[in-house]
């Protein structure tokens, strides 16, 4: 398995694998995908088998603005590559491949990405019953938060270095 930055050229790929990962209500579409991958594909983080043959990825813009907001998710424009925050719009693994560590690989990834580029930390906002999977991974529930994305109620969790 190997870990890349992603290209415009898998979008076909990004977009098949996150409408099989999320309801439609949550799942990004296909244009939203497309520009995200315009503007912060340097943010995407795919990983692939060794045929290129793509098994999960993990994607968000960097801000300055401290919290998750649902209108990131579509407004690509949003993006400051000089943010203090690694955002987290979504992690995604084939359903084949869970539960072999893969998630958590690239949950890894995206953190030394951000300390690399010297942002103060990664936000993300998920369900109740995934807080203390990201809490393994040193992310901090901060409780419901203002985003109702698909019709839910989310918890937000932070990063800070
Ligand atoms: C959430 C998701 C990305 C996790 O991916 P994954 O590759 O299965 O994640 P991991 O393998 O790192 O961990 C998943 C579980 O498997 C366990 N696990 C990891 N490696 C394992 C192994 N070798 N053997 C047994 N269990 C293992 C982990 O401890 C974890 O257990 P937990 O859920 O009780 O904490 C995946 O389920 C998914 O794509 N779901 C649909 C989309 C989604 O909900 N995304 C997250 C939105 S917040």
Redesign the pocket.
């Given at each position: 398995m190997m870990i890349r930055t992603a290209q415009a050229g898998d979008l076909d790929a990004v977009a098949a694998l996150e409408a099989a990962?999320?309801p439609p209500a949550e799942a990004a579409g296909r244009d939203a995908l497309q520009q995200r991958l315009a503007v912060f594909g340097q943010h995407f983080l795919l990983l692939t088998e060794e045929d290129g043959t793509l098994v999960?990825f993990i994607n968000g813009m960097v801000t300055d603005l401290p919290d998750l907001e649902d209108r990131m998710y579509d407004q690509a424009g949003l993006h400051n590559e000089k943010g203090a925050w690694q955002m987290i719009f979504g992690?995604?693994?084939r359903e084949q491949d869970?539960?072999?560590?893969?998630?958590?690989q690239l949950i890894k990834a995206m953190t030394e990405h951000a300390q690399r580029q010297g942002r103060k930390g990664l936000v993300l906002t998920?369900k109740d019953y995934?807080i203390?999977?990201y809490a393994?991974f040193g992310f901090a529930d901060e409780g419901f938060c203002g985003s109702v994305h698909g019709g839910v109620r989310w918890h937000q969790m932070r990063l800070t270095f």
């Open positions: 990962c999320f999960g992690l995604d693994v869970r539960c072999r560590g893969y998630g958590g998920c995934r203390p999977y393994k």
